[in-house]
């Protein structure tokens, strides 16, 4: 990815984060709890009060680091897509050299491993998984970066793990590549998700199989 493109990514708005041990504990502490708190009442539902309550802190220590719920599951969202490319990270560097639809297979099955096993990650994966924008959150398009949406922000934290895989001459088209190529993931896999708990094989194969012919057909970019 281009010095230009990296300069376009925007932090999220969290007031502040944590560097005493102490405040990093509370910190993951009051993430859990919200995620935990998603899977038993959702995301319209969830308030910051609540959370507090379940992580065990005032709710002023919860505003030290968090300016509201859409600040809270924007911060959830983050680390689950850090969380994410990590794991996602290490299968690339245990499998043999992989082209774009290895890559694919290896990313639709770490997502779906999450799916499975991340609490709240039902709820709020990158960005919100629901259709229904709650209460205390203005743009859950824009969880990761204030700048670009969800997964324009998730593409290119993608293009970049890739490295010299999505390397090209037109990286700006790489990364509309890859967010097309995610939107369409992420419906077959709501889809999939949908009426089973642990996502419907064949569904999950089909959208292995899409994302894979996209991709092929993309030698411009790719």
Do not use: W
């Not at 996502?199 to 199989?209: N, Q, V």
Request: hydrophobic share 40%.
């Amino acid at each position: 990815m281009s010095a230009d493109t990296r300069s376009h990514h925007t932090p999220g708005p969290t007031r502040r984060r944590p560097v005493q041990q102490r405040s990093q504990e509370r910190y993951g502490r009051i993430l859990d709890a919200c995620a935990g708190l998603l899977d038993e009442v959702g995301a319209t539902a969830l308030t910051t009060k609540e959370v507090a309550q379940r992580a065990q802190v005032p709710i002023g220590t919860l505003y030290q680091f968090f300016a509201g719920k859409e600040d809270l599951l924007a911060a959830l969202a983050t680390r689950n897509l850090d969380q994410y490319l990590q794991r996602l990270g290490a299968r690339l560097a245990d499998s043999a050299p992989v082209g774009p639809g290895g890559f694919t297979d290896l990313a639709v099955e770490e997502f779906v491993t999450m799916k499975r096993t991340v609490p709240g990650f039902g709820q709020v994966d990158f960005g919100l998984a629901g259709p229904v924008v709650p209460s205390g959150v203005r743009n859950g398009t824009h969880l990761l970066d204030a700048g670009v949406d969800n997964n324009t922000a998730v593409a290119l934290r993608l293009q970049a793990l890739g490295g010299e895989l999505f390397a090209t001459d037109d990286p700006s088209a790489t990364t509309l590549t890859l967010r097309v190529a995610l939107e369409a993931a992420d419906a077959v896999l709501k889809l999939a998700f949908r009426g089973d708990p642990d996502g419907d094989p064949a569904l999950i194969a089909e959208c292995k199989r899409l994302v894979r012919g996209y991709l092929a057909q993309q030698p411009s970019t790719l």
